[in-house]
């Protein structure tokens, strides 16, 4: 059974940064496709990155330059390094992963941007 949490969330405030990260068991990394989603106040759940097993990575038009994604196989993480963040970032940010053919989630991190 795939287990994925989340932590790093919390209070920044505009042009801060955070970085979330995501712990993955159950699963192996490397080979794994790892995508982090957020979810705004009365909006849908969004895709804004991934990191796929060849270390490829994929950005929404609304983070890129500003979000980055890294791995760690070793301590089988993912990591979103968040900066220049704005109130437009405030989210729940979600880890997810598609293995074997299930989807798995975890079950978020809050990252509030406010001054």
């Known amino acids: 059974q795939v287990h994925l949490v989340e932590s790093g969330g919390g209070l920044v405030q505009p042009g801060g940064s955070l970085r979330l990260t995501c712990a993955a068991s159950g699963l192996v990394l490397r080979y794994a496709t790892m995508n982090w989603y957020r979810q705004a106040p009365g909006k849908g759940r969004e895709l804004i990155a991934s990191?796929?097993?060849?270390?490829?990575?994929e950005f929404v038009a609304s983070v890129k330059g500003r979000f980055t994604v890294s791995r760690d196989g070793a301590r089988s993480t993912v990591s979103l390094q968040m900066n220049n963040l704005s109130s437009e970032d405030t989210a729940v940010y979600y880890c997810?992963?598609?293995?074997?053919?299930?989807?798995?989630w975890g079950r978020g991190t809050q990252v509030t941007v406010s001054s």
């Open positions: 997810n992963t598609h293995w074997r053919g299930r989807d798995f």
């Open positions: 990191t796929n097993n060849d270390g490829a990575t």
